[in-house]
C-alpha cells in the first residue's frame, strides 16, 4: 500500500511537471525573441527620430537668383541682394518671400510677390522716378541676409537693408522674422504667447515704450502715438530672451530706432511652455 502511494505521488509530480514544461515551451514561442525586441526598438527608435530630425541648414551665402532688365540709360538702378541658401527647400522659398516683403515695403506696396515680382515692381517705380526729370538717379537697393539665431526648429532671419531712393539715403535698417520650421510657419510674437499673458506684454511693451519716448525729441513726441502696437511687430530671440524692433522713422518719420528686450525670466512667464523649452 505505502508503494502505491509513492507511486501515486510520483506520478503526479511528474505529471505536473510535464504540464509546466509545457506551459514554458508555449510561453516561449509566443515570445519575440531578444533580437527581435531590440530590432522592434530600434525600429522604433529609427521613426522617432526621423519624424523629429528636420534637415541640417548647411548655411552658404549666395547671390540671390534674380534676373534685372537690360538698361540703356547713363544711371541705371542698382539692386544686389546676397542670401542663405540651405538644405531645406521650404526654408529657402521662406527667405526669398520675405526679402520681397522688405524691398516691396520700400516702394510702399503689400502684396504676396516673389522676390522677382517684388524686384520688378522695384524698377518700375525706379523708372516712373527718372522720367520725371533727367537728372534724378535711379534707385540703389543693397539687401543682406544672415540667420541671427537657431534653436531647434525656430529660425531667426535678420535682413539689412541700404537703399539711396529720391531723395531719401537709408543704411543699416534692418527687419526680423521668426519661422517654425516643423509647422512650415511664419511666427508672430502673439503666435507664441500664453493666451492669458497678452495683457502682461502689452504692460511691459507700453513701459518701454515710455521710457524711450521721454528721451525724444518735441517734434517726435507731439507725432508719436500714445500707445505702441506690437501684435505684428518684428520680433526676435537670442540667449537670453524675447524682444520688439522697430526701424528708425517706424514710429514716427523722424524716430530712430526702437528695441526691446525682455528678460529671461520674463520671456519664461509669458511664452507657451513647450516654445519656450525649444526656443532657450
Not at 527620430?49 to 538702378?77: G, H, R, S, T
Not at 516691396?104 to 520688378?120: E, G, V
Request: proline share 2%; hydrophobic share 40%.
Amino acid at each position: 500500500m505505502n508503494l502505491n502511494r509513492k507511486t501515486i505521488i510520483a506520478l503526479v509530480v511528474a505529471v505536473i511537471i510535464l504540464i509546466l514544461a509545457i506551459c514554458l515551451f508555449v510561453w516561449k514561442r509566443t515570445q519575440p525573441s531578444s533580437s527581435s525586441q531590440t530590432k522592434l526598438a530600434s525600429t522604433q527608435t529609427q521613426h522617432i527620430e526621423k519624424a523629429e530630425v528636420l534637415p541640417f541648414l548647411n548655411l552658404q551665402q549666395v547671390k540671390a537668383d534674380y534676373a534685372l532688365p537690360f538698361c540703356e540709360k547713363k544711371n541705371c538702378i542698382d539692386v544686389d541682394i546676397q542670401t542663405i541658401k540651405t538644405q531645406d527647400t521650404w526654408l529657402n522659398e521662406w527667405i526669398a518671400k520675405n526679402q520681397a516683403k522688405v524691398i516691396q515695403d520700400q516702394i510702399d506696396l503689400k502684396k504676396d510677390l516673389s522676390l522677382q515680382q517684388a524686384i520688378n515692381a522695384y524698377v518700375k517705380k525706379s523708372d516712373e522716378w527718372q522720367d520725371k526729370y533727367s537728372k534724378n538717379r535711379a534707385y540703389e537697393l543693397h539687401l543682406h541676409t544672415r540667420i541671427a539665431s537657431q534653436r531647434n526648429q525656430y529660425v531667426l532671419l535678420q535682413l539689412g537693408l541700404d537703399t539711396k531712393q529720391e531723395e531719401l539715403t537709408i543704411k543699416d535698417r534692418y527687419y526680423f522674422f521668426v519661422a517654425d520650421r516643423k509647422l512650415h510657419k511664419s511666427l508672430a510674437l502673439l503666435d507664441v504667447l500664453q493666451k492669458d499673458q497678452q495683457t502682461t506684454v502689452h504692460q511691459m511693451v507700453q513701459v518701454a515704450y515710455q521710457d524711450w519716448l521721454k528721451k525724444q525729441t518735441a517734434d517726435i513726441k507731439k507725432e508719436a502715438p500714445k500707445t505702441l502696437y506690437w501684435g505684428q511687430a518684428d520680433w526676435f530671440f537670442d540667449g537670453e530672451g524675447v524682444g520688439l524692433h522697430y526701424q528708425a522713422n517706424q514710429i514716427t518719420k523722424e524716430a530712430p530706432q526702437l528695441d526691446i528686450y525682455l528678460s529671461k525670466e520674463q520671456t519664461k512667464k509669458i511664452l507657451q511652455p513647450e516654445v519656450y523649452e525649444q526656443m532657450f
